[in-house]
C-alpha cells in the first residue's frame, strides 16, 4: 500500500516521535537520578551505623580486655 502523507507530513511525524522519545528518556532519566540520590543517602546512612556499631565494639572489646586483666591478676 502506497502512503498518501507527503514528505513533509512524513518528516513532522517522526520529529513529533522524536521529540516524544526524548521527553520520555528525559523523564526516565530524572527518575534513575532520584533513585540514585535516595540510594546513596541510604548508603551514607548505613556507613554512619556502621561506624556507630564498630566504635561500640571497640569499647566492649576494651571493656572485655579490662576484665580479662582483672582476673587474670586475681587469679595471679
Known amino acids: 500500500m502506497l502512503s498518501t502523507a507527503t514528505p513533509i507530513e512524513r518528516l513532522t511525524q517522526l520529529v513529533a516521535q522524536l521529540v516524544e522519545k526524548q521527553t520520555s528518556q528525559e523523564n526516565e532519566l530524572l527518575a534513575l537520578t532520584e533513585e ?25 572489646d576494651i571493656e572485655i580486655e579490662g576484665i580479662v586483666s582483672n582476673l587474670e591478676a586475681v587469679l595471679g
Open 36 to 60: 540514585v540520590s535516595k540510594l546513596q543517602a541510604a548508603l551514607m546512612n548505613q556507613k554512619e551505623e556502621l561506624m556507630k556499631l564498630e566504635n561500640e565494639l571497640l569499647e566492649k
